[in-house]
């Protein structure tokens, strides 16, 4: 069955950082993994989509990379800002997605 | 593209009623899900849809949950008997084509608090 984990569950931190979210995933048969980010009460918001065969996507500050034979991936966030503030998951997608715990990031000025 | 809409996006009912959520996709997307979420916690899966074609149930979805997605456009979530441990946002979400691995889009979901 696949597991999907993410540390650290919560972080803080001052504006301007270098951030590293993990996730981690027990199953390496999968198509692709996603990053999302969900703000206090609201839906899901997609980030990036790494495809399988892929290594790793960037948008803007953020990059994320995908090693599928160790079952991790990174979602490395450059120079946070405090509008960064929100919940970071990650999902592995089989046939469906499969979401981690996520992680509560929260950057204060 | 309107993105992927919920109705209603919040709504408190009495434990033992019959509440209903509706989603409707992002136009000619082929794929459709449910999740459900509680605070604190990752979303957990219930159900997907290929065009009208149920493919799989969470075993999370017991006998008081049904969905539908008549002629494969907008899809139903009824839950009959309503329990507190129902209490969660529900989350609707959709891709395009028939193949597994496309970008998944979400709605911003519909609270259920029971009491």
């Known amino acids: 069955k696949q597991e999907v984990t993410q540390i650290p569950a919560a972080l803080s931190v001052p504006e301007g950082e270098n951030l590293v979210l993990n996730c981690s995933f027990t199953?390496?048969?999968?198509?692709?993994l996603q990053w999302f980010r969900q703000d206090p009460g609201k839906g899901l918001t997609s980030l990036l989509l790494?495809?399988?065969?892929?290594r790793e996507q960037t948008s803007g500050r953020l990059n994320a990379s995908l090693d599928k034979s160790s079952g991790r991936s990174t979602l490395y966030i450059a120079a946070s800002q405090p509008g960064d503030s929100a919940t970071y998951l990650c999902?592995?997608?089989?046939?469906?997605?499969?979401f981690g715990t996520g992680t509560r990031l929260q950057v204060f000025p | 593209d309107t993105g992927v809409s919920q109705d209603p996006r919040h709504k408190i009912t009495k434990r033992g009623q019959n509440v209903t959520f509706r989603c409707d996709p992002i136009?000619?997307?082929?794929?459709l899900y449910w999740y459900r979420q509680t605070l604190g916690q990752g979303p957990e899966f219930l159900t997907y849809?290929?065009?009208?074609?149920?493919?799989?149930k969470s075993r999370l979805l017991s006998d008081r949950f049904s969905a539908e997605r008549p002629k494969g456009s907008f899809s139903t979530l009824e839950i009959q008997r309503t329990e507190q441990g129902d209490s969660a946002m529900y989350l609707c979400?959709?891709?395009?084509?028939?193949?597994?691995?496309?970008?998944?889009?979400f709605g911003e979901g519909s609270w259920l608090t029971v009491v």
């Open positions: 790494i495809q399988s065969s892929q």
């Open positions: 849809f290929q065009n009208e074609a149920q493919l799989e």
């Open positions: 999902a592995v997608h089989t046939d469906k997605l499969i």
């Open positions: 136009s000619e997307h082929n794929r």
């Open positions: 199953d390496s048969a999968i198509y692709n």
């Open positions: 979400a959709s891709s395009p084509g028939a193949v597994s691995g496309n970008t998944i889009y």
